[in-house]
């Protein structure tokens, strides 16, 4: 719970408030699941950030600490040099310890964590806009909600670049009328693009 009051961004709380405020249902599953989502995949997010800055932070303090005790201008050198050596005895080992944490850390792939919760946050913005493909299923909600939760899945089960790059695969809709739109939708586009080539070919510049 400390979590959301500290760390969670303005636009997650954002998005999570407009779901609510759009849905006529308040115990809508597939919301309240997506919502959930989208907050552990958020909150792993900024946790590994937060983890990640803070090694590195820990690097650059001990690095500054040995390179000061090490220094012979140090006026405190030649008097406690038995005590320094202990010291950087210790901050030897801790050295070697935040160096193995940090390459241990270098597994997690933050920047594709982001760019998830924010192809998340759009597809979302679609699905309340009914936008693209939402469109076509008019006033049949719960059909919408569905095809929702199938585009949202497929981003939380793939890597970013998996799926921007078969971005063009939207997934199968819910219903054979919304699937049915889609393929007269696409007879019509590829309609247009021939009558746009037979103008451009018969017509000479």
Same mark, same amino acid.
């Given at each position: 719970?400390?979590?959301?009051?500290?760390?969670?961004? $303005?636009?997650?709380?954002?998005?999570?408030?407009?779901?609510? *405020?759009?849905?006529?249902?308040?115990?809508?599953?597939?919301?309240?699941?997506?919502?959930?989502?989208?907050?552990?995949?958020?909150?792993?997010?900024?946790?590994?950030?937060?983890?990640?800055?803070?090694?590195?932070?820990?690097?650059?303090?001990?690095?500054?600490?040995?390179?000061?005790?090490?220094?012979?201008? $140090?006026?405190?050198?030649?008097?406690?040099?038995?005590?320094?050596?202990?010291?950087?005895?210790?901050?030897?080992?801790? *050295? *070697?310890?935040?160096?193995?944490?940090?390459?241990?850390?270098?597994?997690?792939?933050? !920047?594709?964590?982001?760019?998830?919760?924010?192809?998340?946050?759009?597809?979302?913005?679609?699905?309340?806009?009914?936008?693209?493909?939402?469109?076509?299923?008019?006033?049949?909600?719960?059909?919408?909600?569905?095809?929702?939760?199938?585009?949202?899945?497929?981003?939380? *089960?793939?890597?970013?670049?998996?799926?921007?790059?078969?971005? !063009?695969?939207?997934?199968?809709?819910?219903?054979?009328?919304?699937?049915?739109?889609?393929?007269?939708?696409?007879?019509?586009?590829?309609?247009?693009?021939?009558?746009?080539?037979?103008?451009?070919?018969?017509?000479?510049?």
């Amino acid at each position: 719970m400390l979590f959301k009051y500290l760390c969670i961004s $303005n636009s997650i709380t954002n998005i999570i408030n407009k779901l609510k *405020n759009h849905e006529p249902s308040k115990d809508n599953q597939i919301i309240i699941s997506f919502q959930d989502d989208l907050y552990k995949t958020y909150k792993s997010y900024k946790l590994k950030k937060i983890y990640t800055l803070c090694l590195r932070f820990l690097q650059v303090g001990i690095g500054l600490g040995m390179t000061t005790l090490t220094t012979t201008n $140090n006026p405190y050198f030649k008097d406690n040099t038995d005590m320094i050596s202990i010291i950087l005895w210790y901050i030897s080992i801790s *050295n *070697n310890l935040v160096n193995l944490l940090s390459e241990n850390a270098k597994k997690y792939n933050i !920047g594709d964590e982001k760019l998830k919760i924010k192809l998340l946050i759009s597809e979302s913005n679609k699905y309340m806009d009914n936008f693209n493909d939402y469109s076509i299923y008019a006033e049949d909600q719960e059909s919408r909600i569905l095809y929702f939760r199938k585009c949202y899945q497929e981003i939380m *089960n793939k890597t970013p670049h998996e799926y921007l790059l078969y971005q !063009g695969r939207r997934p199968s809709h819910a219903t054979i009328e919304a699937k049915t739109r889609r393929l007269d939708i696409q007879k019509n586009a590829w309609g247009s693009v021939d009558e746009i080539t037979d103008i451009t070919e018969d017509t000479d510049v």
